[in-house]
């Protein structure tokens, strides 16, 4: 997708951070026509080939207020993740009673952060994993959400690491357990156990003879419904691995900056809803839904367009690291990362067109 706006030229071939995904890679390029260019991305490929969304209902703000059935209420506001200055501006939205802050999250990995708030765990950068990981293990769509995480990982010292990744889509709780079991099983019974049981269990003489083990968690890591005894079984494992060897578990959340932002600012993280529970909805969505399950809203700003399905209406905005400089934090927490300015245009921020809303 070739942005609305001017190309600014200083920045054609230079590389950039994405701010495509969590992942938010510094290596992506801005090509001469403004599509971005980073290698073996599905995300930055489908982003180039889209087409940019227009407005659609040209009484955008009146419907959403329409729609919202009261104008004297907070506003009910999700989004999978903002950039800073956004965050902080929905943070004291937030703080001062004008919306109702959600953030739309795959249920594995917020199970997941919650297990981890509450409890702690043992955690790394990816280029500490790239360095020194020498057995990789990856539940959930890893490949899927962040196509260019395994290549950062290859890119360390150690070489082509596939050979050490084993990948186990969906994991279930009585997979877990059976894995939990099997380590405590002597050396002999391993051997046997490993042979006749799939899964993490089939994998117990890898994990036993690892010296420094990074368990990646993606979306859809767990079976529906065993998100959180799953997510604190595997986070134990991870603990009392640490026991006798190195084991770090590392995801990577799209919300982390407006989660970090709202904490530091209000000492409350917002609230968090997966996307297949359809019972709710929202007056504003702020970038795309997560998946085509998501809850509907009767105005969406910015992202792709998903239709009346999900938006009743749509207001195109400007992004951070495409059309407007900012600032973002890496989805595993690890780094504050600049985003850059490739292209000029007159779009209005996210927060202009909530501000709008509000003041009416």
């Known amino acids: 997708m070739n942005p609305s706006g001017r190309l600014d030229d200083t920045i054609v071939n230079q590389s950039i951070v994405c701010p495509l995904c969590p992942l938010h890679c ?3 390029r801005v090509g ?4 971005l260019i980073a290698d073996h991305c599905s995300i930055v490929d489908e982003f180039n080939s889209s087409s940019p969304s227009s407005d659609r209902e040209p009484t955008t703000l009146d419907s959403a207020k329409r729609l919202s059935g009261d104008n004297g209420k907070r506003w009910r506001l999700v989004t999978t993740g903002v950039d800073l200055a956004t965050a902080r501006q929905l943070s004291d939205w937030q703080r001062d009673g004008q919306i ?6 795959d249920a594995s990995i917020q199970a997941l952060l919650e297990v981890i708030s509450r409890d702690g765990i043992v955690s790394a950068t990816i280029a500490d994993v790239a360095t020194h990981a020498d057995l990789i293990w990856t539940f959930g769509r890893v490949d899927e959400a962040w196509p260019r995480l395994m290549q950062k990982i290859r890119q360390g010292p150690r070489g082509d690491a596939n050979e050490n990744v084993c990948r186990f889509g969906e994991c279930s709780a009585d997979s877990l357990s059976q894995f939990a079991s099997a380590t405590r099983l002597n050396s002999g019974s391993v051997t046997n156990a490993s042979a006749e049981t799939s899964g993490p269990a089939g994998q117990i003489a ?4 690892s010296k420094y083990t ?3 968690v993606g979306p859809g890591a767990f079976a529906t419904g065993e998100e959180s005894i ?5 986070c134990r494992l991870v603990r ?3 026991a006798d060897s190195r084991c770090v578990l590392v995801t ?7 989660r970090s932002v709202c904490l530091w600012k209000t000492n409350e993280s917002p609230s968090s809803i997966a996307p297949d529970n359809t019972d709710v909805t929202f007056d504003i969505r702020l970038g795309s839904p997560l998946n085509r399950d998501s809850c509907p809203s009767a105005l969406q700003i910015g992202g792709i367009d998903p239709g009346p399905k999900l938006a009743h209406a749509y207001r195109s905005s400007s992004i951070a690291g495409l059309h407007r400089r900012g600032m973002t934090i890496r989805g595993d927490g690890s780094v504050s990362l600049p985003l850059a300015a490739p292209m000029t245009g007159e779009r209005p921020t996210p927060c202009e067109i909530i501000r709008e809303l509000i003041s009416q």
């Open 252 to 258: 990577l959340d799209s919300a982390a900056t407006l």
């Open 32 to 35: 001469d026509t403004g599509d």
């Open 26 to 28: 510094d290596d992506v």
């Open 100 to 105: 109702d802050l959600t953030i739309e999250s």
């Open 206 to 209: 890898r994990w036993s003879s």
């Open 230 to 234: 799953s997510a604190a079984m595997l």
């Open 214 to 216: 990074a368990i990646l």
């Open 240 to 242: 009392l691995r640490n």
